[in-house]
């Protein structure tokens, strides 16, 4: 047991279920392939959803967060001033949290297939993703000002 | 072959992102990874077991229902007609869960990504096997995440059929969590015997310190923290916030009255107009291209038998019937629902008409001249169920062109798409 730990490095348990999981996981990958019309499709967005999310998405929202936070607060830790940045990261993060869910009505990437199939416009869903952004930040700023006070009294 | 927990190390740079230092969260850490594991499990399970549900429902082992060929049969039932909501409860909880675990995903992936640059890149066997099975899960997760985010919302950009396309996705992804969590339960357990369930949810911005790293195990916690920012409660309400609020949008599909406002960015809100009629449409009468000729004074309803032609019913014949009328609940595989009032003759008269039982499978073809979904065949509990209608009003008035005049099918708890509308013919037994 400890040779195997030390030869593979971990249990037993651990190889089988790899093993198996793996063994399902390329016997589904296959079975896709082979039902799809064009199977190097399914390939791009399986491994695109990847490298596009790990190596684009992440990084690109990572550099913005520094950015924004070395504006606002610019290098000091004053409690008033990372107070300011989680006000803005709060109502930012959850309006560009809506708008990657619902960017296809949102930015209309389909406008004739949804008009056609649901029998309605889908024109309002810009209107409304700005209002709720408008709805997030103004509220996250009023309670900002509400802990002003206090925080200005606190501040080091 | 002590050699073996020690393979070659792989030619990358010890620089930027493959450098530990570079990762500079104090808020990273095994705590954090395992605390978002805990609460996306519970999300994916349902989201999980509800899809394969889904699966049953459209009972692909009868007729011409199979979508595709799905290689590996796991449905083990026969879907039932009560409740007459369920379909609509079960796809309603896969998009709401699905919704609502997108935030805690993003976030979870953000936690752990110092880990895809880490070196040395390969430490054994084992973690050969760790890394190919998360390159799957990772992979699976954001493949079926997007396509079905994409999908309720029409908009299919990705070449290739959605529904094997997600069925089969959703193997690749059960398989690879399988092993991810026979692996890194021991790991998580211990996070939390260590740091406590909840504990690091108390500390405001003033107590919260970096995240300790676990001893003996490779985690994500920072060598090298930058001052916190954020506290872990902030950042993880944040995330609830993003969660509740999709899952609300999801939820605004499913309730009916005023909580369809919720649905506020949601593909199936607020309803179209007032009137009888005024409810969701799947598929517009425009959409799937049948000529107005076909619906109009001539149109007649051809009723068979084990291939036999028997009858073929004009409008007013079957308004001449008997009628019933039933409260049943159209529930969409794209996760929204509406529940109406309609009337019409019941399947298992007109099954007594064509000369077969009442209850005989049957097979009911709608005018639409393509598409796999323009035929769906019931079993026996459906067929025989008498609310199960040849639906021919909604709401006490005639239906509507989009709503499948001249008649469409209604059966409970059938998936929306298979209650057939503009029904051209009725095929009861097997078809010769």
């Known amino acids: 047991m400890k040779r195997f730990r030390s030869e593979y490095g971990d249990n037993p348990v651990h190889l089988v279920v790899g093993v198996v999981s793996l063994a399902v996981g390329v016997w589904a990958l296959y079975k896709a392939l082979g039902l799809l019309g064009i199977p190097i499709n399914f390939v791009k967005w399986f491994a695109g959803g990847v490298v596009l999310h790990d190596l684009v998405f992440l990084p690109i929202y990572s550099a913005i967060g520094v950015l924004v936070a070395a504006a606002v607060t610019g290098g000091s830790h004053s409690r008033l001033r990372i107070a300011a940045l989680n006000h803005l990261r709060v109502p930012a993060l959850l309006s560009a949290l809506a708008l990657l869910v619902w960017f296809p009505l949102i930015l209309r990437k389909a406008p004739g297939s949804f008009e056609r199939l649901t029998g309605h416009a889908n024109d309002f869903y810009l209107g409304r993703w700005l209002a709720l952004c408008a709805v997030l930040f103004a509220g996250s700023a009023i309670a900002f000002l509400l802990r002003l006070r206090s925080l200005r009294r606190s501040a080091p | 072959m002590a050699?073996?927990?020690?393979?070659?190390?792989?030619?990358?740079?010890?620089?930027?992102?493959?450098?530990?230092?570079?990762?500079?969260?104090?808020?990273?850490g095994p705590w954090l990874a395992s605390f978002l594991?805990?609460?996306l499990l519970p999300l994916i399970v349902v989201c999980a077991v509800t899809g394969l549900l889904s699966h049953a429902a459209y009972e692909p082992g009868l007729g011409?229902?199979?979508?595709?060929?799905?290689?590996?049969?796991?449905?083990?039932?026969?879907?039932?007609?009560?409740?007459?909501?369920?379909?609509?409860?079960?796809?309603?909880?896969?998009?709401?869960?699905?919704?609502a675990a997108v935030p805690i995903l993003l976030a979870k992936l953000w936690a752990v990504i110092p880990q895809l640059f880490e070196r040395p890149a390969v430490r054994s066997i084992a973690h050969v096997?760790?890394?190919?099975?998360?390159?799957?899960?990772?992979?699976g997760s954001l493949f079926l995440f997007a396509t079905g985010v994409l999908n309720i919302q029409l908009w299919y950009p990705f070449g290739f059929s959605f529904v094997p396309a997600h069925y089969y996705a959703a193997f690749v992804f059960m398989a690879a969590l399988t092993f991810h969590i026979v692996s890194k339960v021991a790991t998580a357990r211990r996070a939390?015997?260590?740091?406590?369930?909840?504990?690091?949810?108390?500390?405001?911005?003033?107590?919260?310190?970096?995240?300790p790293a676990l001893e003996g195990l490779h985690t994500t916690a920072p060598v090298s923290a930058a001052p916190p920012t954020m506290s872990r409660r902030l950042l993880l309400g944040t995330v609830g916030a993003g969660s509740a609020g999709l899952a609300l949008m999801g939820l605004g599909q499913v309730a009916g009255g005023p909580f369809r406002k919720l649905a506020l960015l949601a593909p199936r809100g607020d309803g179209p107009g007032d009137g009888p009629n005024a409810f969701q449409v799947n598929k517009t009468f425009k959409s799937v291209g049948i000529p107005k000729a076909d619906v109009g004074e001539g149109w007649r309803l051809l009723i068979s038998s084990d291939g036999g032609l028997r009858r073929a019913l004009s409008r007013a014949d079957l308004l001449a019937m008997d009628q019933v009328t039933a409260d049943l609940t159209i529930g969409c595989v794209e996760g929204w629902s509406t529940t109406q009032r309609w009337t019409g003759v019941p399947i298992a008269a007109l099954a007594r008409m064509a000369g077969a039982d009442p209850g005989a499978e049957v097979e009911v073809r709608s005018l639409q001249p393509a598409g796999v979904l323009r035929r769906a065949t019931l079993n026996?509990?459906?067929?025989?169920?008498?609310?199960?209608?040849?639906?021919?009003?909604?709401?006490?008035?005639?239906?509507?062109?989009?709503?499948?005049?001249?008649?469409?099918?209604?059966?409970?708890?059938?998936?929306?798409?298979?209650?057939?509308?503009?029904?051209?013919?009725?095929?009861?037994?097997?078809?010769?």
């Open chain 2, 129 to 139: 096997v760790e890394r190919l099975s998360l390159a799957l899960l990772v992979g």
């Open chain 2, 192 to 211: 939390f015997r260590e740091r406590g369930v909840l504990r690091p949810l108390r500390d405001d911005l003033e107590h919260t310190e970096p995240e």
């Open chain 2, 380 to 432: 026996a509990a459906q067929a025989g169920d008498p609310r199960s209608l040849l639906a021919l009003k909604v709401n006490g008035a005639d239906l509507s062109l989009d709503h499948g005049f001249p008649a469409r099918l209604i059966v409970p708890a059938l998936p929306g798409v298979h209650n057939t509308k503009w029904v051209g013919e009725l095929a009861f037994g097997s078809p010769a």
């Open chain 2, 37 to 39: 594991s805990a609460a």
């Open chain 2, 64 to 99: 011409n229902n199979a979508l595709f060929d799905e290689g590996v049969d796991l449905y083990f039932f026969s879907w039932p007609v009560r409740p007459a909501w369920l379909y609509a409860v079960t796809q309603g909880l896969h998009i709401v869960t699905g919704l």
């Open chain 2, 3 to 28: 050699d073996a927990r020690r393979p070659p190390t792989l030619p990358l740079p010890d620089a930027g992102p493959f450098r530990a230092s570079f990762w500079r969260s104090p808020l990273r």
